[in-house]
């Protein structure tokens, strides 16, 4: 299957400064990446759809300047946590789809952030 | 948004024992999944179904999928301590710009 990778695999801030974290396709081009959010001992959340060269869409309830998504590329997307809080620590994990591969989703292995 | 619920939500069971964990989901799918989750770690991809089948196998896993009743449901045969983790169903309507969505999980201890 293709490869999603994601980086930094954990990171550890203080409380109001801003963590950046990437997702990248390694061997596909990806138009649409998507972030979710998991916190401990729950389900992934969809919190916002990346297209590449355009605005990301936000899930219901997810603030959209506190979670910047910018898809500069065909292999790479970011969120940026601004202001990060105690109650934004949580494992971040992003997706894209292999249109290439009949759409179907491949998972990046997550970001753990603690926010102190 | 999620899906629906999982059932059920905690599972223990010896080693040896068959471990069955149900899925719903609310919309139309093109294909659902089965995902493992260890503790902390990421999404280990189970197995697919399309909402074209009715059962697949893989190992010693047996999935179901009933579209008239918008469910699923994941067996595991002659569990392993191994298998401890957690287990979700996502489902996929396999379209441009549209993600996976995830139910909410069933925890499954297995003690040896």
């Known amino acids: 299957g293709a490869v999603v990778s994601q980086h930094p695999s954990w990171v550890i801030c203080k409380s109001g400064t801003s963590v950046k974290i990437e997702c990248r396709s390694l061997?596909?081009?990806?138009?649409?990446m998507f972030w979710y959010r998991q916190f401990p001992k729950q389900s992934l959340m969809l919190m916002a759809t990346s297209n590449e060269g355009s605005k990301a869409t936000y899930e219901q309830g997810v603030e959209k300047d506190k979670f910047l998504i910018n898809h500069a590329s065909l292999t790479l997307s970011t969120l940026t946590v601004t202001s990060a809080h105690p109650e934004d620590s949580s494992f971040y994990i992003c997706s894209a789809r292999d249109y290439g591969r009949l759409y179907e989703q491949y998972f990046g292995p997550g970001t753990r952030l603690t926010v102190t | 948004s999620q899906q629906g619920e999982e059932d059920p939500q905690a599972l223990s069971i010896q080693e040896g024992e068959n471990a069955t964990m149900n899925c719903s989901y609310k919309?139309?799918?093109?294909?659902l999944q089965w995902y493992r989750q260890n503790s902390g770690r990421g999404l280990v991809h189970l197995i697919l179904?399309?909402?074209?089948?009715r059962e697949k196998h893989s190992g010693r896993l047996r999935v179901t999928l009933d579209t008239s009743k918008k469910s699923s449901s994941l067996l595991i045969t002659a569990s392993r301590a191994a298998d401890t983790a957690s287990y979700f169903c996502a489902t996929d309507a396999l379209q441009a710009g549209t993600a996976l969505i995830f139910g909410k999980g069933t925890t499954l201890s297995v003690s040896s």
């Open positions: 179904i399309r909402s074209n089948e």
């Open positions: 061997d596909f081009q990806a138009t649409t």
């Open positions: 919309t139309s799918i093109n294909n």
